[in-house]
């Protein structure tokens, strides 16, 4: 589509623009009237850079009882996002060449938004063959591995590293397994648990041993860090001191930043999620946000079946595409967030760590990809108005103060509540 976005704000500038959109480019961005044949006039709303979820579970291959591609691309254009990076705990893994093809094939197939794949490590050999694939980077669940399979592991990146394409960088799941299998193995001994005691048998101190680990095997094997779904404030001291040493980067999801452990007693195993939601006095907080971080969803929904099953039988995973960004609207509206930082935290600093091309900024030459906020649509969370599989999420009944009302993908619109 060619055509004329009219009357935008920008968050950086004063002043309405309009932006003309040409074979899914920008190609001119102008406080004077621009002609086009066609013109959406976003009445005086914010346009931001499409927003990115470097975060996801689609559960496609394998597991699409819970999401597949197309429900969970649907999901993420309902809410705001335009890019989505699917993570490869699929069945099979994608840690394999044939099964990272099979899933790319999935995707471009079903997804209604653009998307990125993480490979599964493998051996050397197989991740060789996965790289001809281009995965933005390798995800390793650090709470599966010994401190052995993680030394070769890191090890073989860096062999990867220095005889591929492959840049080095390295997402991390961050829990330490030697702690989390002995407090689990306590945990699990007693006659009776209450879900809150899933936060204690997977303690802040298993993040902050892992995020050390993690720091000193990048360093040693001169790669590039991306810690997931950080929800520890010690964690991220840690990584912060790290920034002097290492290429390192984080994210934030929204139920570790608005979610304390009582959670538990209110919502049950719904809330239960890896890692877990932390207390109180050692949590992440929406005061942690500033202009370099970054949310990644972790957007991981389960049978509400699945998500029933008991304090450890219960599937750990919570869907959070359609809310994190009214949630931080939110946020925005009562003063706790400056608007400035909304497109830098869900566009700009993903895009600059998982290197995306052409997107992250509103730019001439740039992709067609936008999100276009109402700040001040109001609105209550109704689960049953999703686009998710998932029947359960505890932001539902949440009242919110600021919506994605538009979203484009390459100049086409895919969700509109204009």
Request: hydrophobic fraction near 35%; glycine fraction near 4%; charge should be neutral.
């Given at each position: 589509?060619d055509?004329v976005i009219k009357n935008c704000?920008?968050v950086?500038?004063?002043g309405?623009?309009?932006?003309?959109v040409?074979?899914s480019k920008i190609t001119n961005?102008s406080?004077s009237?621009?002609?086009?044949d066609?013109?959406?006039?976003?009445?005086?709303n914010?346009i931001?850079p499409?927003?990115i979820?470097?975060?996801?579970?689609?559960?496609?291959?394998?597991l699409t009882?819970?999401e597949?591609?197309?429900?969970?691309?649907?999901?993420a254009?309902n809410g705001?996002?335009?890019?989505?990076i699917?993570?490869?705990?699929?069945?099979?893994k994608?840690?394999?060449?044939?099964?990272l093809?099979?899933?790319i094939k999935?995707a471009?197939k079903?997804?209604?938004?653009?998307?990125?794949?993480?490979?599964?490590t493998n051996n050397?050999?197989e991740m060789?063959?996965?790289?001809e694939l281009?995965p933005?980077?390798?995800?390793?669940?650090?709470d599966l591995e010994?401190?052995?399979s993680?030394?070769?592991?890191?090890?073989?990146?860096?062999?990867?590293?220095?005889t591929?394409?492959?840049?080095g960088?390295?997402?991390?799941h961050?829990?330490?397994?030697?702690?989390v299998?002995?407090k689990t193995?306590i945990f699990?001994?007693?006659e009776k648990?209450?879900?809150?005691?899933?936060?204690?048998?997977?303690?802040a101190?298993a993040?902050?041993?892992?995020?050390?680990q993690?720091i000193d095997l990048?360093?040693?094997?001169?790669?590039?860090?991306?810690i997931c779904?950080?929800?520890s404030?010690?964690s991220l001291?840690?990584?912060?001191?790290?920034?002097?040493i290492?290429?390192v980067s984080w994210e934030?999801?929204?139920?570790?930043l608005l979610l304390n452990?009582?959670?538990y007693n209110?919502?049950?195993?719904l809330?239960?999620?890896n890692?877990?939601?932390?207390?109180?006095k050692e949590?992440?907080?929406?005061?942690?946000l500033?202009?370099n971080s970054?949310?990644?969803?972790?957007?991981?929904?389960?049978t509400l079946?699945e998500?029933?099953?008991?304090?450890?039988k219960s599937?750990?995973?919570?869907?959070n595409?359609e809310?994190?960004v009214?949630?931080?609207?939110?946020?925005?509206?009562?003063n706790n967030?400056?608007?400035k930082?909304?497109?830098?935290?869900?566009?700009?600093n993903a895009a600059?760590?998982?290197d995306?091309k052409n997107?992250g900024s509103?730019?001439?030459g740039?992709?067609a990809d936008?999100?276009?906020?109402d700040?001040?649509r109001?609105g209550?969370f109704n689960?049953d108005?999703?686009?998710?599989?998932?029947?359960?999420s505890p932001?539902d009944?949440f009242e919110?103060v600021?919506?994605?009302?538009?979203?484009i993908?390459?100049?086409k619109?895919?969700m509109d509540?204009?």
């Amino acid at each position: 589509m060619d055509f004329v976005i009219k009357n935008c704000k920008l968050v950086d500038k004063v002043g309405n623009y309009n932006i003309k959109v040409e074979d899914s480019k920008i190609t001119n961005i102008s406080k004077s009237t621009i002609k086009g044949d066609d013109i959406i006039d976003i009445k005086d709303n914010y346009i931001l850079p499409g927003f990115i979820d470097p975060h996801v579970h689609f559960r496609d291959p394998g597991l699409t009882q819970k999401e597949d591609f197309k429900t969970g691309s649907l999901s993420a254009a309902n809410g705001g996002f335009t890019t989505i990076i699917d993570m490869p705990n699929t069945i099979p893994k994608t840690n394999t060449y044939s099964a990272l093809k099979e899933k790319i094939k999935i995707a471009e197939k079903k997804s209604v938004v653009n998307f990125k794949l993480q490979a599964g490590t493998n051996n050397l050999d197989e991740m060789k063959k996965i790289m001809e694939l281009k995965p933005v980077s390798f995800k390793i669940f650090m709470d599966l591995e010994s401190d052995e399979s993680l030394e070769k592991i890191f090890n073989d990146l860096a062999i990867l590293k220095n005889t591929t394409n492959y840049n080095g960088l390295v997402a991390t799941h961050c829990e330490k397994k030697n702690i989390v299998d002995e407090k689990t193995k306590i945990f699990k001994e007693k006659e009776k648990n209450k879900a809150i005691n899933y936060s204690y048998a997977r303690p802040a101190v298993a993040e902050e041993e892992s995020v050390k680990q993690a720091i000193d095997l990048v360093r040693r094997n001169n790669l590039r860090l991306h810690i997931c779904h950080l929800s520890s404030s010690k964690s991220l001291a840690i990584a912060k001191k790290a920034k002097n040493i290492i290429d390192v980067s984080w994210e934030f999801t929204p139920h570790h930043l608005l979610l304390n452990n009582d959670a538990y007693n209110l919502y049950d195993t719904l809330v239960k999620t890896n890692p877990p939601l932390r207390e109180k006095k050692e949590s992440v907080k929406i005061s942690d946000l500033d202009e370099n971080s970054i949310i990644g969803t972790d957007h991981a929904p389960h049978t509400l079946k699945e998500k029933t099953l008991g304090v450890f039988k219960s599937s750990p995973g919570i869907p959070n595409l359609e809310t994190v960004v009214p949630i931080l609207l939110t946020e925005v509206n009562k003063n706790n967030l400056d608007l400035k930082i909304i497109p830098k935290i869900l566009s700009e600093n993903a895009a600059k760590v998982y290197d995306l091309k052409n997107k992250g900024s509103i730019n001439v030459g740039n992709d067609a990809d936008f999100t276009i906020i109402d700040l001040k649509r109001e609105g209550i969370f109704n689960i049953d108005e999703f686009k998710t599989k998932a029947e359960y999420s505890p932001f539902d009944g949440f009242e919110y103060v600021g919506m994605p009302i538009m979203t484009i993908v390459n100049g086409k619109i895919v969700m509109d509540k204009l």
